[in-house]
């Protein structure tokens, strides 16, 4: 594992083009051990000996005193899948282009159609369907009565898209996809995703080194420990598991980090009707764990 001044290092040089974004991430990922953490490291010991505090800025306590982190570093592919998505935003809002070809192959690589039933007459979408009267089929918009609805082809609902994409019939998410989860798209969708894939395919190196030195930028912040405070191991345990720190008013008490105060330093109409929302909060969990609802698995 890289330390905190080798990652510094590493990034000025990606940035300045002095090192290759391949050889980046091998470096960077080369000693990598899955369960191995940057506070089990030497370089991250002796640095946080030099910022840690004598006692915890939350509660002034001595005892098993640690370095609690404001924020964490979020994960290469939540960075990656940002910068696609912005190019991908950019791509759509800046170039007006849209080649109906290409969709149409797009779609007929990835999607199935499950065409939504129309009124032969009026055209109406999803005619009501009987079970017991015939004819089958009733429209409440014409009146009309049939037992076979029409349907667009995809090639129809295509041309309509690019003639008006904000039309009813190409609003429906009646594209099925063929990789196994089965999610329904609507053209909008798709149009963003077939986009999305081409703008991945030409700005590849671009979005991945964007995307590096994003995290590399996120790493560096969280070993720097400029976003930390000094804490004892129960204000940390506190903040880390139920975003919670201690009151300032009676500084006995944890409370919520976004309230001002705990409920106890609340006024006595605040006090009493947070207390009541939290019994009755209790009173309703009780409730649902004693009536006991088998789970639809479980019933034969």
């Known amino acids: 594992m890289l330390t905190y001044k ?19 991430k091998e470096s960077y990922w080369k000693d990598y051990k899955v369960g191995k953490r940057s506070w089990h490291t030497k370089d991250w010991e002796e640095r946080r000996n030099l910022v840690i505090k004598e006692n915890c800025e939350i509660c002034t306590s001595k005892e098993k005193l ?4 404001f924020s964490h570093p ?20 800046e170039i ?39 004819p089958q089929y009733f429209c409440t918009n014409c009146r009309e009565e049939f037992d076979e609805p029409i349907h667009k082809s995809t090639e129809e609902l295509i041309d309509l898209f690019y003639e008006n994409e904000l039309s009813l019939l190409v ?4 594209f099925v996809t063929n990789d196994g989860w089965n999610n329904k798209h ?39 420990f400029s976003d930390t405070i000094t804490a004892c191991k129960k204000c940390a345990f506190f903040y880390d598991l139920h975003n919670m720190d201690l ?32 019994e009755f909060g209790k009173h309703m969990r009780s409730i649902d764990e004693g009536l006991d609802i088998q789970n639809s698995d479980d019933i034969v």
Do not use: W
């Not at 080798?6 to 980046?24: C, H, M, Y």
């Not at 640690?66 to 982190?69: A, G, K, P, R, V």
């Open 171 to 174: 609003r429906d998410k009646c």
């Open 96 to 134: 007006d282009f849209f080649d109906k070809e290409r969709l149409r192959e797009y779609i007929s690589k990835k999607y199935t159609y499950e065409p939504v039933p129309l009124c032969p007459k009026c055209e109406k979408r999803k005619p009501n369907k009987r079970t017991t009267k015939a």
């Open 6 to 24: 080798e990652i510094f290092d590493l990034r000025v040089k990606l940035s300045i083009g002095e090192i290759t974004l391949e050889n980046a």
């Open 74 to 93: 979020k994960k290469y592919f939540e960075f990656e899948r940002e910068i696609t998505r912005k190019y991908s935003q950019n791509f759509n809002d």
């Open 186 to 224: 609507n053209f909008k969708y798709m149009k963003y995703l077939m986009n999305r894939d081409l703008v991945k395919t030409t700005n590849f190196e671009l979005i991945e080194k964007e995307a590096f030195l994003l995290y590399l930028d996120d790493s560096i912040k969280y070993l720097s």
């Open 247 to 278: 009151c300032p008013n009676c500084k006995k008490y944890y409370k919520g980090v976004q309230y001002s105060t705990c409920i106890q330093c609340l006024p006595d109409i605040d006090r009493i009707a947070a207390l009541e929302k939290i």
């Open 66 to 69: 640690t370095l609690q982190h």
